[in-house]
Antibody
């Protein structure tokens, strides 16, 4: 069974960098066919895809966030991480890591972490 | 505002059926597959339907999906109180080069 677990600070000051890590068990972030993703959900519903990392550390980002984003992976720990810089209150959200799969015909998120709330406030 | 449009809420009595639509465009649903997710209160989204109409192992056949043109549809039959949740559609948008989700539909069992 694939499991993902987010970790990181729950409070970040405006203009600083939000940093989260996702620890994966039951699968390897190096495995082909899967894209290890970050998503977020603001308080008023709304799921937003942030970006993903895949095979050999390649990344792909949501164009709306690309300029502030870094996603990296540590295969030795089977973890991948998110860094979002210059945060504002608009970045306050529940952040999820998830596995996006392309092994069938479409793209979909088949395993999710439980989510971690990040609040941007001074 | 979500690019994929869902009704904010639907409701029905136990045992009845609800239908949730997800309206998009040719750059997303029209040329890509639709997935559906169930989010129970206080929990992470859970995959319900993928590739328009396929169910992952363990998802009951009371949940079914379909796609026609630029819209996807989720149908829940034999409604149970445990089905009360938010439901989201998702797909890829080839123009935006991004994964997209609908705004979510709250299902209430009367």
């Amino acid at each position: 069974q694939v499991q993902l677990q987010e970790s990181g600070p729950g409070l970040v000051k405006p203009s600083q960098t939000l940093s989260l890590t996702c620890t994966v068990s039951g699968d390897s972030i190096s495995s082909g066919g899967y894209f290890w993703s970050w998503l977020r959900q603001h308080s008023i519903k709304g799921l937003e895809w942030i970006g993903y990392i895949y095979h050999r550390g390649n990344t792909y980002f949501n164009p709306s966030l690309k300029s502030r984003l870094t996603i990296s992976g540590d295969t030795s720990k089977n973890q991948f991480s998110l860094k979002l810089n210059s945060v504002t209150a608009a970045d306050t959200a529940l952040y999820y890591c998830a596995r996006m799969t392309t092994v069938t015909e479409g793209l979909y998120f088949d395993y999710w972490g439980q989510g971690t709330l990040v609040t941007v406030s001074s | 505002q979500a690019v994929l449009t869902q009704p904010p809420s639907v409701s029905a009595a136990p045992g009845q059926k609800v239908t949730i639509t997800c309206s998009g465009s040719s750059s997303n649903i029209g040329n890509n597959y639709v997935s559906w997710y169930q989010q129970l209160p206080g929990t992470a989204p859970k995959l319900l339907i993928y590739d328009n109409n396929k169910r992952p192992s363990g998802i009951p056949d009371r949940f079914s999906g379909s796609k026609s043109g630029t819209s996807g549809t989720l149908v829940i039959t034999g409604l149970l109180t445990g089905d009360e949740a938010d439901y989201y559609c998702g797909t890829w948008d080839s123009s935006l080069s991004a994964a997209l989700f609908g705004g979510g539909t709250k299902v209430t069992v009367l």
